[in-house]
């Protein structure tokens, strides 16, 4: 019989994924018992990991409501976007040296060949998985939890039904360009295209965002 934490852990992770992916939308109610009977678990571990997800932001529990995925606002997206552009350039200059080439050809092999299938959804994977390993390379463990949180609130950005083909396309070029870069040990110009790469993703969300509006 699977432990108590092993159970939370099931529980969280698959939670946390379905948010991420926006699989349970965003302003969602998450109905305690209906969340128990679909994983087969008791309240407690629910109970555990819907408390994990309040810390992180990705949930809230309002008083004689209940308990709601949170919404990413204009504002708070523009929040999102102000630190990635803080903190992200700044974890990948800590971590720099310490990233894995070998890990970084990879990263570059499967979004070429998921790119080629069209398969956009595991496009969307790697690409919160290849800012998630950069921030896993920083020497600074404060740095590093900030970026981690900016990586799952920017995957709720990413997965939204508008966020675009050609974007993701677009995502994946400058990815391979960053990824080369680092390959050339160009660490100052690895760190200044990865703020422009922010900036373009940026600038279409926010067109993209009037052009649904409009």
Do not use: W
Not at 4 to 11: D, G, I, P, R, Y
Not at 15 to 35: F, T
Not at 134 to 151: F, P, T
Request: proline share 2%; aromatic share 8%.
């Amino acid at each position: 019989m699977a432990s108590s934490k092993n159970l939370k852990a099931v529980a969280y992770n698959s939670l946390k994924s379905r948010i991420l992916s926006n699989e349970i939308p965003q302003g969602s109610y998450l109905e305690e018992k209906a969340l128990c009977e679909s994983m087969n678990m008791s309240r407690t571990p629910i109970r555990e990991a819907i408390n994990q997800l309040i810390q992180e932001d990705l949930v809230n529990s309002i008083q004689n409501k209940g308990i709601f995925v949170t919404e990413i606002s204009l504002v708070k997206a523009r929040e999102i976007f102000e630190m990635r552009h803080i903190i992200e350039p700044l974890v990948l200059k800590s971590g720099f040296d310490s990233l894995d080439r070998d890990r970084l050809k990879a990263f570059m092999s499967e979004s070429a060949l998921q790119l080629e299938q069209n398969n956009f959804p595991e496009l969307h994977k790697i690409d919160y998985e290849f800012h998630s390993y950069i921030s896993s390379c920083c020497r600074n463990s404060i740095m590093k939890k900030v970026a981690d949180s900016l990586a799952d609130q920017f995957q709720r950005i990413r997965t939204l039904p508008f966020y675009s083909e050609e974007r993701t396309r677009n995502g994946v070029q400058e990815h391979f360009k960053l990824i080369e870069l680092i390959l050339q040990n160009k660490k100052e110009e690895a760190v200044a295209f990865l703020d422009k790469h922010i900036s373009n993703t940026e600038h279409y969300f926010f067109m993209s965002v009037i052009t649904q509006t409009n």
